[in-house]
Protein backbone atom coordinates (compact mmCIF):
# COMPACT_ATOMS: atom_id res chain seq x y z
CA UNK A 1 0.00 0.00 0.00
CA UNK A 2 1.73 3.32 -0.92
CA UNK A 3 2.32 5.55 1.56
CA UNK A 4 0.26 8.74 2.28
CA UNK A 5 1.28 11.91 1.58
CA UNK A 6 1.22 14.62 4.19
CA UNK A 7 1.07 17.56 2.02
CA UNK A 8 0.90 20.39 4.82
CA UNK A 9 3.83 18.76 6.10
CA UNK A 10 5.92 18.69 2.87
CA UNK A 11 5.02 22.45 2.22
CA UNK A 12 6.35 22.83 5.80
CA UNK A 13 9.79 20.93 5.13
CA UNK A 14 10.07 22.97 1.58
CA UNK A 15 9.12 26.62 3.79
CA UNK A 16 11.58 25.64 6.26
CA UNK A 17 14.52 25.15 3.59
CA UNK A 18 14.16 28.56 1.87
CA UNK A 19 14.45 30.17 5.54
CA UNK A 20 17.66 28.50 5.66
CA UNK A 21 18.87 29.42 2.30
CA UNK A 22 17.75 32.98 2.65
CA UNK A 23 19.29 33.12 6.51
CA UNK A 24 22.93 32.04 4.79
CA UNK A 25 22.64 33.63 1.25
CA UNK A 26 19.30 36.28 1.52
CA UNK A 27 16.05 36.18 -0.78
CA UNK A 28 17.07 37.28 -3.43
CA UNK A 29 19.57 34.41 -3.76
CA UNK A 30 16.80 31.73 -2.69
CA UNK A 31 15.85 30.23 -5.89
CA UNK A 32 13.14 27.40 -6.40
CA UNK A 33 16.40 24.88 -7.29
CA UNK A 34 18.44 26.02 -4.02
CA UNK A 35 15.46 25.08 -2.41
CA UNK A 36 14.71 21.87 -3.73
CA UNK A 37 18.15 21.32 -2.84
CA UNK A 38 17.92 22.31 0.35
CA UNK A 39 15.17 20.36 1.12
CA UNK A 40 16.55 16.85 -0.74
CA UNK A 41 13.48 17.16 -3.02
CA UNK A 42 12.99 17.49 -7.00
CA UNK A 43 12.50 20.93 -8.39
CA UNK A 44 9.41 19.36 -9.70
CA UNK A 45 7.92 18.97 -6.34
CA UNK A 46 8.68 22.45 -5.15
CA UNK A 47 7.21 23.57 -8.36
CA UNK A 48 3.88 21.60 -7.80
CA UNK A 49 3.18 23.13 -4.13
CA UNK A 50 4.41 26.62 -4.91
CA UNK A 51 3.94 27.34 -8.50
CA UNK A 52 6.29 30.52 -8.20
CA UNK A 53 8.79 31.81 -6.35
CA UNK A 54 6.79 34.60 -5.02
CA UNK A 55 3.98 32.10 -3.77
CA UNK A 56 7.17 29.81 -2.01
CA UNK A 57 8.23 33.49 -0.24
CA UNK A 58 5.46 34.22 1.14
CA UNK A 59 4.45 30.71 2.74
CA UNK A 60 7.85 30.95 4.18
CA UNK A 61 7.72 33.81 5.46
CA UNK A 62 4.16 33.68 6.88
CA UNK A 63 5.49 30.89 8.94
CA UNK A 64 8.19 32.63 10.01
CA UNK A 65 6.05 35.49 10.77
CA UNK A 66 4.08 32.71 12.94
CA UNK A 67 6.98 31.36 14.64
CA UNK A 68 8.20 34.78 15.58
CA UNK A 69 5.04 35.22 17.10
CA UNK A 70 4.66 32.30 19.07
CA UNK A 71 8.30 33.00 20.67
CA UNK A 72 6.72 36.55 21.73
CA UNK A 73 3.72 35.13 23.34
CA UNK A 74 5.83 32.53 25.32
CA UNK A 75 8.03 35.05 26.41
CA UNK A 76 5.23 37.51 27.71
CA UNK A 77 2.92 34.44 29.25
CA UNK A 78 6.50 34.05 31.09
CA UNK A 79 6.48 37.95 32.65
CA UNK A 80 3.07 37.79 33.02
CA UNK A 81 3.06 34.85 34.98
CA UNK A 82 5.27 36.09 37.31
CA UNK A 83 3.50 39.01 38.21
CA UNK A 84 5.79 41.32 36.18
CA UNK A 85 4.32 44.94 35.59
CA UNK A 86 4.11 46.81 32.42
CA UNK A 87 8.07 47.60 32.26
CA UNK A 88 9.18 43.67 32.02
CA UNK A 89 6.49 42.77 29.53
CA UNK A 90 7.35 45.72 27.36
CA UNK A 91 11.23 44.12 27.55
CA UNK A 92 10.22 40.60 27.12
CA UNK A 93 8.44 41.72 23.71
CA UNK A 94 11.48 43.97 23.08
CA UNK A 95 14.12 41.40 23.62
CA UNK A 96 12.43 38.56 21.69
CA UNK A 97 13.41 41.30 18.41
CA UNK A 98 16.93 40.89 19.67
CA UNK A 99 19.44 37.99 17.30
CA UNK A 100 20.41 36.11 20.64
CA UNK A 101 19.73 32.15 18.92
CA UNK A 102 19.33 30.67 15.36
CA UNK A 103 15.86 31.26 15.78
CA UNK A 104 15.78 35.38 16.22
CA UNK A 105 18.68 35.52 14.30
CA UNK A 106 17.28 34.14 11.31
CA UNK A 107 13.84 36.09 11.61
CA UNK A 108 16.09 39.65 11.55
CA UNK A 109 17.70 38.17 8.44
CA UNK A 110 15.06 37.22 6.71
CA UNK A 111 12.78 40.19 7.63
CA UNK A 112 15.53 42.24 6.19
CA UNK A 113 15.86 40.74 3.17
CA UNK A 114 12.11 40.10 2.40
CA UNK A 115 11.84 44.30 3.08
CA UNK A 116 14.83 44.79 0.86
CA UNK A 117 13.44 42.61 -1.98
CA UNK A 118 9.66 43.79 -1.55
CA UNK A 119 10.80 47.68 -2.67
CA UNK A 120 11.63 46.13 -6.35
CA UNK A 121 9.69 43.12 -6.38
CA UNK A 122 6.24 44.44 -6.82
CA UNK A 123 4.88 40.38 -6.10
CA UNK A 124 5.88 40.54 -2.65
CA UNK A 125 5.33 44.36 -2.30
CA UNK A 126 1.78 43.74 -3.20
CA UNK A 127 1.28 40.71 -0.78
CA UNK A 128 3.09 41.34 2.41
CA UNK A 129 3.49 38.23 4.73
CA UNK A 130 3.12 40.13 8.19
CA UNK A 131 -1.29 41.19 7.93
CA UNK A 132 -1.43 43.26 10.58
CA UNK A 133 2.06 45.70 10.61
CA UNK A 134 0.92 47.73 13.73
CA UNK A 135 0.33 45.04 15.92
CA UNK A 136 3.46 45.19 17.64
CA UNK A 137 3.09 48.93 17.86
CA UNK A 138 -0.55 48.64 18.76
CA UNK A 139 1.03 46.39 21.97
CA UNK A 140 3.63 48.51 22.77
CA UNK A 141 0.91 51.63 22.69
CA UNK A 142 -1.12 50.05 25.41
CA UNK A 143 0.94 48.63 27.73
CA UNK A 144 2.88 52.19 27.80
CA UNK A 145 -0.77 53.70 28.49
CA UNK A 146 -1.37 51.17 30.68
CA UNK A 147 1.80 52.07 32.82
CA UNK A 148 0.94 55.75 32.25
CA UNK A 149 -2.39 55.33 34.14
CA UNK A 150 -1.02 54.00 37.38
CA UNK A 151 1.35 56.56 37.32
CA UNK A 152 4.66 54.45 36.31
CA UNK A 153 5.62 56.47 34.10
CA UNK A 154 7.70 60.02 34.19
CA UNK A 155 5.50 62.85 33.32
CA UNK A 156 4.20 63.41 29.68
CA UNK A 157 5.31 60.52 28.21
CA UNK A 158 3.92 59.63 24.88
CA UNK A 159 2.98 56.52 24.49
CA UNK A 160 2.56 56.04 20.64
CA UNK A 161 5.68 58.00 19.65
CA UNK A 162 7.38 56.15 22.42
CA UNK A 163 6.52 52.89 21.11
CA UNK A 164 7.50 53.56 17.64
CA UNK A 165 11.15 54.81 18.90
CA UNK A 166 11.24 52.08 20.57
CA UNK A 167 10.51 49.19 18.19
CA UNK A 168 12.63 50.69 15.75
CA UNK A 169 15.62 51.22 18.25
CA UNK A 170 14.88 47.62 18.84
CA UNK A 171 15.06 46.81 15.14
CA UNK A 172 18.23 48.59 14.54
CA UNK A 173 20.02 47.44 17.42
CA UNK A 174 19.35 43.78 16.05
CA UNK A 175 21.02 44.70 12.81
CA UNK A 176 24.09 46.38 14.22
CA UNK A 177 24.26 43.01 16.55
CA UNK A 178 23.69 40.84 13.36
CA UNK A 179 26.68 42.98 11.96
CA UNK A 180 28.70 42.56 14.73
CA UNK A 181 28.96 46.19 16.06
CA UNK A 182 28.05 45.27 19.35
CA UNK A 183 27.11 42.27 21.20
CA UNK A 184 23.23 41.40 22.35
CA UNK A 185 24.04 42.13 26.13
CA UNK A 186 25.05 45.27 24.90
CA UNK A 187 21.78 45.87 22.61
CA UNK A 188 19.90 44.89 25.79
CA UNK A 189 21.55 47.56 28.14
CA UNK A 190 20.62 50.04 25.24
CA UNK A 191 17.25 49.42 25.17
CA UNK A 192 17.25 49.01 29.01
CA UNK A 193 18.62 52.57 29.21
CA UNK A 194 15.83 54.28 27.59
CA UNK A 195 13.06 52.45 29.22
CA UNK A 196 14.93 53.84 32.39
CA UNK A 197 13.47 56.98 30.84
CA UNK A 198 10.61 56.23 30.18
CA UNK A 199 9.48 54.57 33.74
CA UNK A 200 9.70 56.70 37.20
CA UNK A 201 12.22 55.07 39.06
CA UNK A 202 9.93 52.63 41.24
CA UNK A 203 7.50 51.97 38.12
CA UNK A 204 7.01 49.23 36.10
CA UNK A 205 7.65 45.95 38.15
CA UNK A 206 10.59 43.36 38.22
CA UNK A 207 12.65 43.03 35.08
CA UNK A 208 11.83 40.50 32.52
CA UNK A 209 14.11 37.72 31.53
CA UNK A 210 16.87 39.32 30.01
CA UNK A 211 20.16 38.47 27.48
CA UNK A 212 21.68 34.98 28.74
Keep these: MPKRVDHAERRNEIAEALLRVAARRGLHAAGMRDVAAEAGVSLRLVQY ?11 GLQRLAAAFGERVAARLRTAGESGAGPRAVIEALLMTSLPTDEASRTFHLVYTSYAMLSVT ?12 PDAAEDTLTALLRQAQEADLTRPGMDARNEAIGLLAMSAGLGTSVLVGQRSARSAADVLAHHLDRIFSDDGGGAPAQGVR
Design 49 to 59: YFETKEKLLLY
Design 121 to 132: DQALADQPFIQN
